[in-house]
């Protein structure tokens, strides 16, 4: 009988270690969600493959604050341990940013104020949503509540959600490349001033090498200048105001026919808002790029009349005073398209409006270039034709909505194809042996507002020039999403593995009904604190009152 038990005892023993072994050699976690939340993709994994070094990811959402973006916590935690069971290397921790509040400040983290309802009552919280990854001697930020179009609070939490793949993935992406993508910023055609491109620049330059590049050298040495541009990834035309030669269209057109990708940012009017703010009016007209038959060549025409929307950002104009005080009010104006962007394309899905000025209208043409609407006006709109007095005054004209029916204009496009070159049956500017006939799968992003990445500058009481944010409105201070719709531009236009398509993802958030919640309150604390002791408290007494039954006589 002691043998037996001695046996029995090893037999269990050995299982028992066996089943630890198997435990620790082989990992598995199970993603039982409807819609695969924590499920990774292809494009997430291709990116943790390639991380053979530590990586650390410090997450500033620990601590005490609003229940409702504890989800947002718990989310983020059981997405990264996902990462960190994929790839050990990435190790994970959570910090509480109640001590570290100004240091966090200083290196970007920009804290978020919330409305939190409890117990029918509303009140303020302010948390620090953001992640740090560090890699070797890099660090880069991501933020995990992003500046979104949402109607709630709630839908602000979901989308943050819905977004996490894409931010992490995002980031370790760029701060484990080897080699940055090179981006050449044109000049040579009087395009925007470094001050103006300043504050979307300084964020292209986190992820990309960025570098002036002047067509002026075409002149002297055509060859050698299109051999050096075809070393960069992305060309960015920011609003020239110049006519393009013949020998400097061939240039760009062979960029792109050797496989260069081309952020295009076009005025085709004359109408400077400078301008017009100094006279009170101005005379808007064409402007000749010689650019038309290029951009035709591609499957685009940018039209010369100016676009009024009844959608419109706002100016701050003097409207009077009141002793020695001036007063200034905001008003539409209707220049100034607000226009949404396609929420179905993961450019512009989830950005907040941007804010155009003049901008012209786009007309697609039929050919074998895949062309996707980015940016659309609202259907309240009016052409109006060039060469046309504009006067600041009309501001207080009477708009009249049965005017406005021009219907929606588009104001950007995605071009993805086969693009031929515009050369291809013509004579050459200059002879090249980087000449190509075309360019297999390649893409360019067209937008009819030079204005569109241009920020407002500030001048300090030294008279120093400071650039303004571009997101923002010195004067108005209101809200756009500029500078996110570029940054996303250039993100999808250099992405080789489709990082930007996570921003696709969509989830199903089942959020608490907190009205009903409140109002059912008192039901809910008892089905979940009473009535369990209650139940206890019944089944110890049954239970109690037939054991004393069985066993006395």
Known sequence: ????????????????????????????????????????????????????????????????????????????????????????????????????????????????????????????AIIFPWAEISFEKKSTLVSLLPNTIVASQDEQLQKAIENLEYSFSNAMHSITQKKQKRVAVITGNGELKDIYQYNLLSEVV??????????????????????????????????????????????????????????????????EQDSLFANGKM?????????????????????????????????????????????????DWLYHPLVRGNPDHAITKNIVPVRLRFANQIDTLKNNIKKTPLLVSSLLTKKIGTPNFIELQSIADKVVETDYNDGNQLFAVLLEGDFNSAYKNRIKPFETPLYKKNAIQNKMVVISDGDVGKNQILKDDESKIQPFDLNRDKWTNQEFGNKDFLINTIDYLLDDIGLLELRNKTLKIKILDKQKAFK????????????????LFVFGFVFNYLRRKKYTK
């Open 206 to 271: 986190k992820k990309y090498r960025l570098a002036k590049f002047t067509l002026d050298s075409v002149a002297t040495n055509p060859q050698q200048t299109l051999k050096d541009l075809t070393s960069f990834n992305l060309a960015i035309i920011a609003k020239p105001t110049q006519k393009f030669t013949a020998q400097e269209k061939f240039t760009l057109d062979q960029f792109i026919a050797n496989g260069g990708k081309t952020l295009w940012m076009l005025d085709n009017v004359q109408a």
């Open 520 to 535: 059912e309150r008192t039901l809910w604390q008892f089905l979940n604190v009473i009535l369990p002791l209650i139940v």
């Open 283 to 331: 005379l808007a007209y064409p402007r000749d790029l010689n650019l038309t038959d290029l951009l035709f060549s591609y499957g685009v025409r940018i039209n010369t009349s100016l676009i009024k929307d009844l959608y419109a950002a706002k100016i701050s104009l003097a409207t009077g005073k009141i002793g020695n005080q001036t007063q200034f009010q905001n008003l």
């Open 1 to 124: 009988m002691m043998n037996k038990n001695v046996k029995n005892s090893a037999s269990l023993m050995l299982c028992l270690i066996v089943l630890n072994f198997i435990n620790q050699s082989f990992y598995k976690r199970f993603d039982l969600t409807q819609d695969k939340r924590y499920t990774l993709s292809e494009t997430t994994n291709s990116v943790l493959s390639k991380i053979n070094k530590r990586l650390y990811i410090t997450v500033y959402l620990e601590g005490d604050f609003p229940s409702e973006f504890k989800r947002l916590q718990v989310e983020t935690r059981q997405y990264l341990e996902e990462l960190s069971a994929e790839n050990t290397n990435i190790k994970i921790n959570f910090e509480a940013p109640d001590e570290q509040r100004e240091e966090l400040i200083k290196r970007g983290m920009l804290p978020s104020k919330l409305t939190v309802e409890e117990a029918g009552k509303l009140s303020e």
